[in-house]
Protein backbone atom coordinates (compact mmCIF):
# COMPACT_ATOMS: atom_id res chain seq x y z
CA UNK A 1 0.00 0.00 0.00
CA UNK A 2 1.57 3.50 -0.73
CA UNK A 3 0.76 6.48 1.48
CA UNK A 4 0.78 9.68 0.33
CA UNK A 5 2.65 11.97 1.90
CA UNK A 6 1.74 15.76 2.19
CA UNK A 7 3.76 18.23 0.38
CA UNK A 8 4.27 20.62 3.11
CA UNK A 9 5.94 17.78 4.81
CA UNK A 10 8.46 17.78 2.84
CA UNK A 11 11.69 18.39 4.16
CA UNK A 12 13.09 21.91 3.25
CA UNK A 13 10.66 22.75 0.30
CA UNK A 14 7.50 21.86 2.36
CA UNK A 15 7.60 25.45 3.43
CA UNK A 16 7.10 26.48 -0.19
CA UNK A 17 3.41 25.21 -0.11
CA UNK A 18 2.90 25.31 3.55
CA UNK A 19 -0.44 27.71 4.13
CA UNK A 20 0.95 29.05 7.53
CA UNK A 21 4.53 29.71 6.02
CA UNK A 22 2.41 32.67 4.55
CA UNK A 23 0.30 33.07 7.53
CA UNK A 24 3.51 33.91 9.24
CA UNK A 25 4.91 36.02 6.65
CA UNK A 26 1.67 38.05 6.79
CA UNK A 27 1.94 38.50 10.40
CA UNK A 28 5.67 39.84 9.57
CA UNK A 29 4.42 42.28 7.54
CA UNK A 30 1.69 43.73 9.94
CA UNK A 31 4.18 43.47 12.50
CA UNK A 32 6.39 46.04 11.60
CA UNK A 33 4.31 48.79 10.99
CA UNK A 34 2.67 48.06 14.52
CA UNK A 35 5.98 47.71 16.01
CA UNK A 36 6.86 51.45 15.53
CA UNK A 37 3.54 52.37 16.34
CA UNK A 38 3.79 51.00 19.75
CA UNK A 39 7.15 51.60 20.28
CA UNK A 40 6.86 55.62 19.40
CA UNK A 41 2.58 55.73 21.30
CA UNK A 42 3.90 53.78 24.56
CA UNK A 43 7.84 55.08 24.84
CA UNK A 44 6.38 58.63 24.62
CA UNK A 45 3.25 57.83 26.73
CA UNK A 46 5.13 56.53 29.95
CA UNK A 47 7.98 59.07 29.73
CA UNK A 48 5.30 61.84 29.64
CA UNK A 49 3.51 60.46 32.03
CA UNK A 50 6.50 59.76 34.29
CA UNK A 51 7.78 63.15 33.71
CA UNK A 52 4.25 64.75 34.40
CA UNK A 53 3.23 62.71 37.15
CA UNK A 54 3.85 65.55 39.51
CA UNK A 55 1.10 67.01 38.36
CA UNK A 56 -2.48 65.20 37.43
CA UNK A 57 -1.74 65.28 33.92
CA UNK A 58 1.18 63.12 34.18
CA UNK A 59 -1.57 60.57 35.73
CA UNK A 60 -3.87 61.00 33.33
CA UNK A 61 -1.44 60.18 30.56
CA UNK A 62 0.14 57.14 32.59
CA UNK A 63 -3.38 55.91 32.93
CA UNK A 64 -4.80 56.54 29.37
CA UNK A 65 -1.45 54.93 27.93
CA UNK A 66 -2.08 51.29 30.58
CA UNK A 67 -5.68 51.09 28.85
CA UNK A 68 -4.11 51.54 25.34
CA UNK A 69 -2.09 48.85 26.05
CA UNK A 70 -4.44 46.53 27.31
CA UNK A 71 -6.22 47.71 23.85
CA UNK A 72 -3.84 46.72 21.94
CA UNK A 73 -2.52 43.50 23.56
CA UNK A 74 -6.18 42.49 23.30
CA UNK A 75 -5.54 43.13 19.21
CA UNK A 76 -2.35 40.92 19.37
CA UNK A 77 -3.74 38.72 20.93
CA UNK A 78 -6.53 38.45 18.04
CA UNK A 79 -4.28 38.77 15.39
CA UNK A 80 -2.09 35.73 16.64
CA UNK A 81 -4.84 33.67 17.30
CA UNK A 82 -5.61 34.06 13.30
CA UNK A 83 -1.95 33.48 11.89
CA UNK A 84 0.11 32.09 14.39
CA UNK A 85 -2.15 29.22 15.20
CA UNK A 86 -2.94 30.50 18.35
CA UNK A 87 -6.03 29.51 21.05
CA UNK A 88 -5.77 32.03 23.45
CA UNK A 89 -8.10 33.76 25.34
CA UNK A 90 -8.26 36.90 27.82
CA UNK A 91 -6.83 36.71 31.47
CA UNK A 92 -9.72 36.64 33.96
CA UNK A 93 -7.70 38.50 36.82
CA UNK A 94 -9.86 41.71 36.27
CA UNK A 95 -13.19 42.21 38.90
CA UNK A 96 -16.33 42.85 36.87
CA UNK A 97 -17.54 45.36 39.44
CA UNK A 98 -15.73 47.84 41.50
CA UNK A 99 -16.92 50.54 43.97
CA UNK A 100 -15.95 54.39 42.72
CA UNK A 101 -13.86 55.75 40.12
CA UNK A 102 -10.54 55.04 41.80
CA UNK A 103 -11.63 51.25 42.42
CA UNK A 104 -12.12 50.94 38.65
CA UNK A 105 -8.73 52.67 38.02
CA UNK A 106 -7.07 49.90 40.45
CA UNK A 107 -8.37 47.11 39.16
CA UNK A 108 -6.78 47.98 36.07
CA UNK A 109 -3.70 49.20 37.54
CA UNK A 110 -2.97 45.81 39.75
CA UNK A 111 -3.94 43.57 36.98
CA UNK A 112 -1.18 41.57 35.89
CA UNK A 113 -2.42 41.06 32.39
CA UNK A 114 -1.93 44.55 32.08
CA UNK A 115 1.86 44.57 32.84
CA UNK A 116 2.17 41.14 30.53
CA UNK A 117 0.62 43.19 27.60
CA UNK A 118 3.09 46.28 28.25
CA UNK A 119 6.01 43.99 28.06
CA UNK A 120 5.11 42.07 25.24
CA UNK A 121 4.35 45.61 22.85
CA UNK A 122 8.07 46.16 24.41
CA UNK A 123 9.45 42.63 23.09
CA UNK A 124 7.17 43.51 19.61
CA UNK A 125 9.68 46.21 18.34
CA UNK A 126 12.62 43.56 18.88
CA UNK A 127 10.09 41.29 16.48
CA UNK A 128 9.96 43.86 14.37
CA UNK A 129 13.92 44.27 14.05
CA UNK A 130 14.24 40.42 13.78
CA UNK A 131 10.91 40.82 10.83
CA UNK A 132 13.20 42.85 8.44
CA UNK A 133 15.58 39.84 7.85
CA UNK A 134 13.49 37.52 6.04
CA UNK A 135 11.65 39.93 4.21
CA UNK A 136 14.89 42.00 2.84
CA UNK A 137 15.96 38.11 1.85
CA UNK A 138 12.56 37.64 -0.17
CA UNK A 139 13.12 41.09 -2.05
CA UNK A 140 16.75 40.17 -3.65
CA UNK A 141 15.81 36.20 -4.31
CA UNK A 142 12.55 36.46 -5.31
CA UNK A 143 13.41 38.56 -8.73
CA UNK A 144 15.98 36.12 -9.13
CA UNK A 145 14.00 33.25 -9.77
CA UNK A 146 12.95 34.99 -13.36
CA UNK A 147 16.47 35.89 -14.64
CA UNK A 148 15.63 33.30 -17.26
CA UNK A 149 13.07 35.53 -18.73
CA UNK A 150 14.73 38.68 -18.89
CA UNK A 151 18.01 38.37 -19.12
CA UNK A 152 20.50 40.33 -19.65
CA UNK A 153 19.37 42.24 -16.73
CA UNK A 154 20.87 43.96 -14.11
CA UNK A 155 20.08 42.90 -10.42
CA UNK A 156 20.40 45.28 -7.90
CA UNK A 157 20.88 43.91 -4.40
CA UNK A 158 21.10 47.67 -2.69
CA UNK A 159 24.43 49.72 -1.78
CA UNK A 160 27.39 49.07 0.41
CA UNK A 161 29.61 52.12 1.58
CA UNK A 162 27.81 54.55 -0.72
CA UNK A 163 28.34 52.29 -3.97
CA UNK A 164 25.60 50.09 -5.50
CA UNK A 165 25.62 46.34 -5.22
CA UNK A 166 24.42 45.01 -8.27
CA UNK A 167 24.83 41.78 -10.77
CA UNK A 168 24.43 42.09 -14.19
CA UNK A 169 23.41 38.57 -15.68
CA UNK A 170 23.79 38.36 -19.68
CA UNK A 171 24.09 35.18 -20.43
CA UNK A 172 21.91 31.91 -20.16
CA UNK A 173 24.42 30.13 -17.41
CA UNK A 174 24.26 33.10 -15.69
CA UNK A 175 20.11 33.15 -15.15
CA UNK A 176 20.73 29.49 -14.37
CA UNK A 177 22.90 30.38 -11.63
CA UNK A 178 20.66 33.42 -10.70
CA UNK A 179 17.65 31.13 -10.70
CA UNK A 180 19.38 28.69 -8.18
CA UNK A 181 21.21 31.29 -5.54
CA UNK A 182 17.45 33.10 -5.46
CA UNK A 183 15.75 29.30 -4.42
CA UNK A 184 18.20 29.26 -1.66
CA UNK A 185 17.86 33.08 -0.47
CA UNK A 186 13.57 32.62 -0.72
CA UNK A 187 13.98 28.70 1.30
CA UNK A 188 16.46 30.36 3.36
CA UNK A 189 14.22 33.79 3.92
CA UNK A 190 10.58 31.41 4.67
CA UNK A 191 12.04 29.20 7.20
CA UNK A 192 13.41 32.18 9.28
CA UNK A 193 10.41 33.60 8.61
CA UNK A 194 8.55 30.05 10.56
CA UNK A 195 11.57 30.79 13.08
CA UNK A 196 10.60 34.17 13.81
CA UNK A 197 6.75 33.39 14.08
CA UNK A 198 7.27 30.63 16.78
CA UNK A 199 9.52 33.01 18.89
CA UNK A 200 6.45 35.14 18.63
CA UNK A 201 3.80 32.46 19.48
CA UNK A 202 5.60 31.50 22.63
CA UNK A 203 5.63 35.49 23.53
CA UNK A 204 2.59 35.33 23.26
CA UNK A 205 1.49 32.28 24.88
CA UNK A 206 3.15 33.24 27.68
CA UNK A 207 2.24 37.04 28.07
CA UNK A 208 -1.34 37.71 25.99
CA UNK A 209 -3.82 35.30 27.30
CA UNK A 210 -4.26 31.50 28.69
CA UNK A 211 -4.65 28.61 26.17
CA UNK A 212 -8.14 27.96 26.21
CA UNK A 213 -9.14 23.98 27.74
CA UNK A 214 -12.18 21.79 26.37
CA UNK A 215 -14.22 23.11 29.23
CA UNK A 216 -16.35 25.42 26.83
CA UNK A 217 -16.98 21.99 24.59
CA UNK A 218 -17.86 20.29 27.59
CA UNK A 219 -20.67 22.62 28.77
CA UNK A 220 -22.23 22.93 25.14
CA UNK A 221 -22.62 19.31 25.24
CA UNK A 222 -24.43 18.98 28.06
CA UNK A 223 -26.63 21.73 26.87
CA UNK A 224 -27.71 19.66 23.44
CA UNK A 225 -28.38 16.91 25.81
CA UNK A 226 -30.82 18.88 27.86
CA UNK A 227 -32.21 20.15 24.69
CA UNK A 228 -32.66 16.90 23.26
CA UNK A 229 -33.87 15.02 26.72
CA UNK A 230 -36.95 18.27 26.18
CA UNK A 231 -37.43 17.26 22.69
CA UNK A 232 -38.19 13.54 23.84
CA UNK A 233 -40.07 14.98 26.83
CA UNK A 234 -42.14 16.37 24.23
CA UNK A 235 -42.23 13.88 22.08
CA UNK A 236 -43.34 11.39 25.13
CA UNK A 237 -45.92 13.85 25.97
CA UNK A 238 -46.98 13.91 22.60
CA UNK A 239 -47.50 10.03 22.36
CA UNK A 240 -49.63 10.45 26.23
CA UNK A 241 -51.68 12.79 24.62
CA UNK A 242 -52.46 10.33 21.68
CA UNK A 243 -53.35 7.72 24.18
CA UNK A 244 -55.26 9.48 26.26
CA UNK A 245 -57.01 10.52 23.03
CA UNK A 246 -57.47 6.96 22.23
CA UNK A 247 -58.90 6.00 25.40
CA UNK A 248 -61.15 8.75 25.19
CA UNK A 249 -62.34 7.44 22.30
CA UNK A 250 -62.38 4.02 24.02
CA UNK A 251 -64.46 5.20 26.83
CA UNK A 252 -66.70 7.00 24.51
CA UNK A 253 -67.42 4.12 22.40
CA UNK A 254 -67.85 1.45 25.30
CA UNK A 255 -71.19 3.65 27.00
CA UNK A 256 -72.43 2.94 23.09
CA UNK A 257 -72.05 -0.80 23.08
CA UNK A 258 -73.55 -1.25 26.74
CA UNK A 259 -76.33 1.13 25.10
CA UNK A 260 -76.70 -1.01 22.21
CA UNK A 261 -76.50 -4.01 24.81
CA UNK A 262 -79.52 -2.56 27.42
CA UNK A 263 -81.04 -1.87 24.15
CA UNK A 264 -81.24 -5.70 22.99
CA UNK A 265 -83.60 -7.32 25.71
CA UNK A 266 -85.99 -4.18 24.96
CA UNK A 267 -87.66 -5.45 22.35
CA UNK A 268 -88.08 -8.63 24.86
CA UNK A 269 -89.18 -7.52 28.06
CA UNK A 270 -87.56 -9.93 30.87
CA UNK A 271 -90.57 -11.56 32.82
CA UNK A 272 -91.45 -10.73 36.27
CA UNK A 273 -91.80 -13.41 38.99
CA UNK A 274 -95.47 -13.21 40.23
CA UNK A 275 -96.56 -12.89 36.58
CA UNK A 276 -97.69 -16.51 34.91
CA UNK A 277 -96.41 -17.70 30.97
CA UNK A 278 -98.37 -20.39 29.89
CA UNK A 279 -95.63 -23.25 27.84
CA UNK A 280 -96.91 -22.77 24.70
CA UNK A 281 -95.92 -19.03 24.82
CA UNK A 282 -92.21 -19.55 25.06
CA UNK A 283 -90.37 -19.96 21.91
CA UNK A 284 -89.49 -23.65 20.85
CA UNK A 285 -85.72 -22.67 20.15
CA UNK A 286 -84.63 -21.12 23.31
CA UNK A 287 -83.63 -23.56 25.09
CA UNK A 288 -82.52 -21.58 28.01
CA UNK A 289 -85.56 -19.70 28.62
CA UNK A 290 -87.70 -23.01 28.22
CA UNK A 291 -86.34 -24.55 31.13
CA UNK A 292 -86.16 -21.27 32.76
CA UNK A 293 -90.25 -21.34 32.01
CA UNK A 294 -90.67 -24.84 33.17
CA UNK A 295 -88.52 -24.61 36.23
CA UNK A 296 -90.60 -22.02 37.72
CA UNK A 297 -94.04 -23.37 36.35
Not at 87 to 116: F, H, I, Q
Request: with cysteine; proline share 6%.
Amino acid sequence: MVSLRSPSALPIVGVLVDGRTYRHLLYLLIAIPLGFVYWTLFSFGFAFGLLLSVVLVGLVILLATLIGARIAAGFERWLANRLLGTDLDRYDDVPAEADGAVAGVRKYVEAASTWRGVGFLSLKFLVTALAFVPLIALANGVPLLFAPLRYPHVANFGESNGEPVTWAIDTLPESVLAVAIGLVAVLAALHVTNLVAYVCRQMATALLGEPRTDEEAAVEEPAADDAVTIDDGAAESDDGAAESDDGAAESDGEPADEAVDDAEPADHPAPESDEFIPADAVEPDSDGDSARTEDRS
